[in-house]
């Protein structure tokens, strides 16, 4: 009998199993590619739900510093932008050095609790504890610490999003169908042959959904921290426009966070249906 562990069939992209996160568990059944009638749809309502709140807000002369109008804001995030990009350059040099620091650590955590559950009764009671404190909470202490630079802002990062990345990706370890497992061990695998060959492969799904979800809860602490201290970075700007009654400019800002945040989103979605196109 070879000793050779078996390869087990994967589900091939593009096969009527795409990925979604719409479901969160399994970056499964997704939504496929949109129609042209779907797509002018969606452009249709957006333009119709835009120019309403145009219309509303100059038929009623609302002022700029209680609701400035989309062209306004259209208008403050050209006109300023050369202004705040620099600003963005620091928001984004802190999202993605916390974030891969917090998902590496979160990462090899989870293949530690799931291979050695001692270890998950020694490490769960902190991990608890990081996922229900609010990371702004320590901020303070971080800057008291640290001071005002990058570095209590990165480790508020790699706080928020490392338990976020370690509870779905442990979540994924252990959701490997055991007859996997026992195939492979009557063939001599090894619990790391296992690990790699087998768990961390199936759990990509659901590993996927932990860097995406811990991409965003980084985003949010990364402004969070910024906007309690320090002097710069688009949490700084949004703090500085406020105070400033500059409100186009402040929504400008929320526009920019919030197309970073869909573009976490799509990141992830086109990573997933790439490399995890099969039901978890």
Same mark, same amino acid.
């Given at each position: 009998?070879?000793?050779?562990?078996?390869?087990?069939?994967?589900?091939?992209?593009?096969?009527?199993?795409?990925?979604?996160?719409?479901?969160?568990?399994?970056?499964?059944?997704?939504?496929?590619?949109?129609?042209?009638?779907?797509?002018?749809?969606?452009?249709?309502?957006?333009?119709?739900?835009?120019?309403?709140?145009?219309?509303?807000?100059? %038929?009623?002369?609302?002022?700029?510093?209680?609701?400035?109008?989309?062209?306004?804001?259209?208008?403050?995030?050209?006109?300023?932008?050369?202004?705040?990009?620099?600003? %963005?350059?620091?928001?984004?040099?802190?999202?993605?050095?916390?974030?891969?620091?917090?998902?590496?650590?979160?990462?090899?955590?989870?293949?530690?609790?799931?291979?050695?559950?001692?270890?998950?009764?020694?490490?769960?009671?902190?991990?608890?504890?990081?996922?229900?404190?609010?990371?702004?909470?320590?901020?303070?202490?971080?800057?008291?610490?640290?001071?005002?630079?990058?570095?209590?802002?990165?480790?508020?990062?790699?706080?928020?999003?490392?338990?976020?990345?370690?509870?779905?990706?442990?979540?994924?370890?252990?959701?490997?169908?055991?007859?996997?497992?026992?195939?492979?061990?009557?063939?001599?695998?090894?619990?790391?042959?296992?690990?790699?060959?087998?768990?961390?492969?199936?759990?990509?799904?659901?590993?996927?959904?932990?860097?995406?979800?811990?991409?965003?809860?980084?985003?949010?602490?990364?402004?969070?921290?910024?906007?309690?201290?320090?002097?710069?970075?688009?949490?700084?700007?949004?703090?500085?426009?406020?105070?400033?009654?500059?409100?186009?400019?402040?929504?400008?800002?929320?526009?920019?966070?919030?197309?970073?945040?869909?573009?976490?989103?799509?990141?992830?979605?086109?990573?997933?249906?790439?490399?995890?196109?099969?039901?978890?």
């Amino acid at each position: 009998m070879s000793d050779a562990i078996p390869e087990f069939s994967k589900s091939k992209p593009g096969d009527g199993k795409d990925v979604s996160l719409t479901n969160l568990s399994a970056f499964a059944s997704g939504p496929g590619i949109k129609s042209g009638k779907e797509v002018a749809a969606i452009i249709a309502v957006a333009v119709i739900i835009i120019g309403g709140i145009e219309l509303a807000l100059r %038929l009623f002369h609302v002022p700029l510093y209680i609701m400035p109008p989309p062209s306004s804001i259209a208008y403050a995030l050209f006109d300023e932008f050369p202004l705040i990009a620099p600003h %963005l350059g620091y928001t984004l040099v802190e999202l993605l050095s916390g974030f891969a620091i917090g998902a590496v650590v979160g990462l090899v955590l989870a293949a530690v609790i799931t291979q050695f559950p001692f270890a998950e009764k020694i490490v769960a009671p902190y991990i608890l504890l990081l996922v229900t404190t609010p990371m702004l909470a320590l901020v303070p202490l971080l800057i008291l610490r640290f001071g005002f630079g990058y570095t209590p802002r990165i480790i508020a990062v790699a706080l928020a999003a490392g338990p976020m990345v370690m509870i779905n990706a442990a979540t994924g370890f252990r959701r490997v169908d055991s007859a996997k497992i026992a195939l492979a061990r009557s063939y001599g695998a090894s619990t790391l042959q296992i690990f790699w060959k087998i768990r961390a492969p199936m759990a990509l799904p659901m590993i996927l959904v932990g860097l995406m979800i811990g991409a965003i809860f980084g985003l949010l602490t990364a402004v969070g921290a910024e906007m309690v201290g320090g002097g710069f970075g688009l949490g700084n700007r949004l703090t500085t426009y406020s105070s400033m009654i500059q409100m186009p400019q402040f929504f400008a800002v929320v526009l920019i966070l919030s197309t970073l945040g869909i573009l976490i989103y799509v990141l992830f979605f086109l990573i997933g249906k790439k490399w995890a196109s099969w039901e978890a």
